[in-house]
């Protein structure tokens, strides 16, 4: 099973300020990676897939980079309306699917 | 427009059983593999079951595999997720969720329900 670690669990920043969230997996996962968003109430939301793509619609604050087993995930311009937890998913190897377990993002 | 719609959730004892259902509309149902996911209060995301597009090949989480069983029904446009032998640790949100691609392959998740709330609890 491929375990991914994402840090920090939790990050407070300002609006306008850049957001730098990580997930580490246990062994490579080529670029098959994706985050989600998920805010309070909601179901979760697809923002990245393959490591780097912006899903439909997704603004292009949001983006991703990496490959192997460093993945960060950074919001360029924090908003108010970016507070949510957001989760990385591998789909390398299954079964079974994994996730990692997540990091909130707070506005100060 | 795609739209998941999951229902058939609520309180359920232990040891009890639960059929969800997921009626999807808005994209060709049957060319697409179909996924469960779920969520314990405050937790995170955990993968349940993936069944692909025509129902031949099927995966389960192994904290779930014996007490569980997924199904679609192409004509239908709706997924099912029959839920065996329940105990509190299976509390949670059921999401039904599609592929983005086409195939059998690892999914990514490009479009979620909102979900139905399984409690089990005497």
């Known amino acids: 099973e491929i375990v991914l670690t994402q840090s920090p669990a939790t990050l407070s920043l300002s609006p306008g300020e850049s957001a730098t969230l990580s997930c580490r997996a246990s062994?490579?996962?080529?670029?098959?990676l994706d985050w989600y968003q998920q805010k309070p109430g909601q179901a979760p939301r697809l923002l990245i897939y393959?490591?780097?793509n912006r899903a439909t619609g997704i603004p292009a604050r949001f983006s991703g980079s990496g490959s192997g087993t460093d993945f960060t995930f950074t919001i360029s311009s924090l908003e108010p309306e970016d507070v949510a937890v957001y989760y990385c998913?591998?789909?390398?190897?299954?079964?079974?699917?994994?996730f990692g377990g997540g990091t909130k993002v707070e506005i100060k | 427009e795609v739209h998941l719609v999951e229902s058939g959730g609520g309180l359920v004892k232990p040891g009890g059983s639960l059929r969800l259902s997921c009626a999807a509309s808005?994209?060709?149902?049957?060319?697409?593999?179909m996924n469960w996911v779920r969520q314990a209060p405050g937790k995170g995301l955990e993968w349940v079951s993936s069944?692909?597009?025509?129902?031949?090949?099927?995966y389960y989480a192994d904290s779930l595999k014996g007490r569980v069983t997924i199904s679609r029904d192409n004509a239908q446009n709706s997924l099912y997720l029959h839920l065996n032998s329940l105990s509190a640790d299976d509390t949670a949100v059921y999401y039904c969720?599609?592929?983005?691609?086409?195939?059998?392959?690892?999914?990514?998740?490009?479009?979620w329900g909102r979900g139905t709330l399984v409690t089990v609890s005497s």
């Open positions: 969720a599609k592929d983005a691609g086409v195939g059998w392959s690892p999914p990514t998740f490009d479009y």
């Open positions: 808005g994209f060709p149902f049957s060319s697409y593999t």
């Open positions: 069944i692909s597009s025509g129902g031949t090949y099927i």
């Open positions: 062994q490579s996962v080529s670029s098959y």
């Open positions: 393959d490591a780097s």
């Open positions: 998913q591998q789909r390398s190897d299954w079964p079974p699917l994994t």
